[in-house]
């Protein structure tokens, strides 16, 4: 997070050492502006208005010296964020820029149905992404986060796949929505993949439903 600094800071500080030059008793009447305005911005009018709710407790502290870790405390708390940025505007207003993340995957977990952002963190919702694969398996964040970028890198498109399961062996399969299933090797899958993705635009690629590369330098072809 960072914010963008006013003009506006310089001149009431150079405003109050010009008065305390001149008029000390002066000074001690001057009231620094307070908060009174907070918006935020960038998520559904709910979620907009529950971070404004708990961000009230600001409300009439000193703009200048509001601090940004009591924001960023409110903020982290909710898992739809992927980076949001901070503006006071003077006298009196806080604007929260907040970027949403994206949907990655759908993901069931604990008798509850999630979405997998591309901040790392879990979103408990009641919907479903349909556009969007959906995970199986006890992967860590991480874990997925990295396999993704590893399929964005490839010629596999992501919106092609249907479900992505992972293994306790630390290796992952692939479903696409023609029904075609990948087995990945647990290492050298960017290779993998991208000789999947060659073998399927084959022209002597008919009625296969695997694709099997889990054994280094060798690949099983094989119907359902």
């Known amino acids: 997070m960072h914010q963008r600094k006013s003009k506006k800071i310089l001149l009431y500080f150079l405003l109050l050492i010009i008065l305390g ?3 000390n008793h002066l000074v001690t009447k001057i009231e620094l502006p307070k908060l009174k305005n907070i918006e935020v911005l960038g998520l559904n009018e709910d979620t907009n208005k529950k971070i404004k709710n708990d961000l009230i407790f600001l409300k009439f502290q000193n703009l200048f010296f509001l601090r940004s870790s009591q924001i960023k405390k409110i903020i982290d708390t909710n898992n739809s964020v992927e980076n949001y940025t901070v503006f006071k505007q003077f006298p009196s207003t806080l604007v929260i820029k907040i970027e949403e993340t994206k949907i990655l995957a ?17 979103i408990k919702t009641e919907n479903k992404k349909k556009n969007k694969p959906f995970l199986f398996g006890d992967f860590t964040n991480k874990e997925f986060l990295k396999f993704k970028r590893i399929v964005d890198k490839s010629k596999l498109k992501y919106a092609d796949i249907k479900n992505i399961y992972f293994f306790d062996s630390k290796r992952w399969d692939i479903e696409l929505r023609n029904g075609l299933l990948i087995k990945l090797p647990e290492k050298e899958l960017l290779e993998s993949l991208n000789l999947s993705i060659e073998l399927i635009l084959s022209k002597n690629f008919k009625n296969i ?7 280094s330098n060798q690949v099983i072809l094989s119907d359902k």
């Open 21 to 23: 030059t001149f008029n």
């Open 209 to 215: 439903g695997i694709i099997d590369t889990r054994v």
């Open 106 to 122: 759908n993901l069931y977990k604990n008798g509850s149905n999630y979405f997998f952002g591309s901040n790392g963190k879990l």
